[in-house]
């Protein structure tokens, strides 16, 4: 009889810390969303890409008679300059905003879409090509001023054909998911999904 009560005993404590180790393999594992919401909008303005062009910006022209619509001979200038810049583009971590579904195990970050953050000519690079000018017109410091927005405009027109808007979305995202996977019970336990918010 006292074997068996050992033996009842030792089944009932068997199956007690059964439980216990189940309980604790399925303890609930809790993120706090403000947390990462926290150290994502410190971040402040995330660059994620730099895309770096040579440019030609070009003046061509003579001035006219007002009257007759004919140009003035020997009042042309034209100028040919070619310029290198650069453009960053990426997102404004402080609009970001995090929720976590417990639930779903799932972390969702709202993020806005990337951006032009800069478009900076390097004053360095600048090479005249070209360069006729009457003795009446010099380039004048609104011709120079009108060449370098030239110069970025076509810039800034290329890099958005090029997609460099999404590139810059999907790295913002990785290096985003990196940050949050970084913090404890995160990685395994939990998805991370983004949202693009306008």
Not at 18 to 30: F, G, L, N, S, T
């Amino acid at each position: 009889v006292i074997v068996k009560e050992k033996g009842s005993v030792q089944k009932a404590l068997d199956d007690a810390l059964a439980k216990i180790d189940d309980y604790i393999a399925k303890e609930r594992v809790v993120v706090d969303a403000s947390e990462f919401e926290s150290k994502i909008q410190d971040v402040s303005e995330l660059a994620t890409l730099e895309y770096q062009y040579t440019n030609v910006g070009i003046v061509d022209g003579e001035k006219q008679f007002s009257f007759w619509n004919q140009k003035i001979p020997f009042t042309g200038k034209t100028a040919v300059i070619v310029m290198d810049g650069e453009i960053k583009v990426g997102i404004d971590c402080s609009k970001a905003e995090v929720d976590c579904d417990d639930k779903k195990k799932e972390i969702v970050v709202k993020l806005p879409p990337s951006a032009i953050l800069s478009n900076e000519l390097d004053e360095k690079s600048m090479t005249v090509v070209e360069d006729e000018q009457s003795i009446f017109n010099k380039l004048t410091q609104e011709d120079h001023n009108n060449l370098r927005k030239q110069i970025k405009e076509k810039a800034l027109e290329n890099a958005k054909k090029s997609n460099v808007l999404e590139v810059a979305d999907e790295r913002a995202q990785l290096l985003i998911k990196d940050m949050i996977e970084s913090f404890p019970n995160v990685k395994g336990n939990y998805t991370v999904r983004f949202v693009v918010v306008s």
